[in-house]
């Protein structure tokens, strides 16, 4: 079975501070892992996503992430806060083998940014 | 241009019926997903479906029932036995059996029982 831990159900920053969001997992195997953002009643949108290969993972919106095995994380980070960037954030892990593509979702975290 | 849409975007049910949330998508993906949004609690999934004719269980099923006549189509029937089903609701789609493919979220329902 696997599972996701965002550390921070709500994070603040300033405008122009970096931004820090932790996401934790726990899988038997190697998983693919997945950032997505949600704005306002709004459905989700892909951050960025790690499957295999280089373990810094650049997205869209300037965000990137870090795969670490050894230390099962997938921390996203942003070097500079726009106001832009409030919005919920959701760290999603699914098992590698092909066949089995369901998302185990964290509980996200929210993100408000201070003028 | 290719996406996902949900309709109504809105929806109020009196205790005791049924409704239906529709789900389209021509991205020409094979499979498609409902989840449930709770404050806090994140995404858990309902239902999900990978060929047409064809469906799983999520972990919170019960109350729920869908269909897969169609390719394009994945619609979402909340039950009177759902008991508290309040909620946002959001459909998705995906290639099946790429080993790289992401799941494409539609703009949600937001269901409220009166």
């Known amino acids: 079975a696997q599972s996701v831990t965002q550390l921070g159900s709500h994070v603040s920053v300033s405008e122009g501070a970096l931004v820090l969001l932790r996401c934790n997992y726990s899988s038997s195997v190697p998983p693919y892992l997945f950032w997505y953002v949600q704005y306002p009643n709004q459905g989700l949108q892909l951050l960025l996503k790690y499957t295999t290969g280089a373990t810094l993972v650049k997205g869209i919106n300037g965000f990137e992430a870090e795969f670490k095995k050894s230390e099962t994380s997938f921390h996203l980070t942003k070097p500079s806060a726009h106001m832009s960037d409030a919005a919920e954030y959701f760290c999603?892990?699914?098992?590698?083998?092909?066949?089995?593509?369901?998302?185990?979702f964290g509980t996200g975290t929210r993100l408000t940014i201070i003028p | 241009d290719g996406g996902i849409t949900q309709s109504p975007k809105y929806l109020f049910r009196k205790e005791g019926q049924n409704v239906t949330l529709s789900c389209e998508q021509n991205l020409n993906h094979d499979a498609m997903y409902w989840y449930r949004q709770d404050p806090g609690q994140g995404l858990r999934l309902i239902y999900y479906s990978q060929i047409v004719n064809d469906f799983q269980k999520g972990d919170i099923a019960e109350g729920y029932s869908v269909s897969r006549e169609k390719k394009e189509s994945f619609p979402l029937t909340v039950t009177s036995a759902q008991k508290n089903p309040t909620a946002f609701y959001l459909c998705?789609?995906?290639?099946?059996?790429?080993?790289?493919?992401?799941?494409?979220f539609g703009p949600g329902t937001r269901l409220t029982v009166l």
């Open positions: 999603a892990v699914r098992s590698p083998n092909f066949g089995n593509e369901k998302l185990t």
């Open positions: 998705a789609s995906s290639m099946y059996g790429s080993s790289y493919n992401e799941q494409f």
